[in-house]
């Protein structure tokens, strides 16, 4: 999981898309962390993704999935992109613990939190909106939508 999880940039990002490069990062995933299945739905073309998005899904996914591994104890994991007019949606979410967001809060010097605001920033500096809901016992699910008109011309 450290192996595909830090590495930075893939090569395959820029090679193939997004689209295969989803595709692969979840198959190592469930490959990596046997046990949890991952129910995937990308209905969206490559093209139908703005390019400076890509690596900012990537990340986003990344560090999504880093904490279903660390904290979640799921065992399924559905992850969702779709394009719905000029709007493009994600969506990660897991069967795990859950927790309560209110009770998280990033201070500096600590480690906590860092990911979860990591995630937000990444989402409102693309342009997005981002929105986490979790409970404790419920899982987690993280939805973010970029309108994609910004992104033309
Ligand atoms: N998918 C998840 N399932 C359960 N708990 C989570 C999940 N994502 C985040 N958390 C909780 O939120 C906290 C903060 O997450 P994060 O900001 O990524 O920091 P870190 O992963 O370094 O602890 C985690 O320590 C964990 O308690
Ligand atoms: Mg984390």
């Given at each position: 999981m450290r192996r595909v999880s830090t590495?930075?940039?893939?090569?395959i990002l820029d090679d193939l898309g997004i689209l295969p490069t989803l595709s692969w990062f979840f198959r190592e995933f469930e490959a990596a962390c046997g046990g949890i299945v991952v129910e995937k739905a990308?209905?969206?073309?490559?093209?139908?993704?703005p390019v400076p998005l890509k690596i900012t899904l990537y990340r986003i996914l990344q560090e999504a999935t880093n904490n279903i591994v660390k904290h979640?104890?799921?065992?399924r994991v559905r992850v969702r992109l779709e394009r719905v007019d000029e709007v493009l949606h994600l969506l990660i979410e897991d069967n795990?613990?859950?927790?309560?967001?209110?009770s998280i809060e990033y201070v500096e010097?600590?480690?906590?939190?860092l990911g979860l605001l990591s995630m937000t920033e990444r989402a409102s500096f693309s342009g997005g909106t981002y929105h986490l809901a979790s409970i404790p016992g419920q899982g987690t699910r993280i939805e973010v939508s970029w309108p994609c008109g910004q992104f033309s011309g």
């Open positions: 590495e930075l940039r893939p090569s990308f209905n969206v073309a490559e093209h139908e993704v979640a104890g799921a065992d795990g613990c859950g927790f309560d967001p209110d010097g600590q480690g906590r939190g």
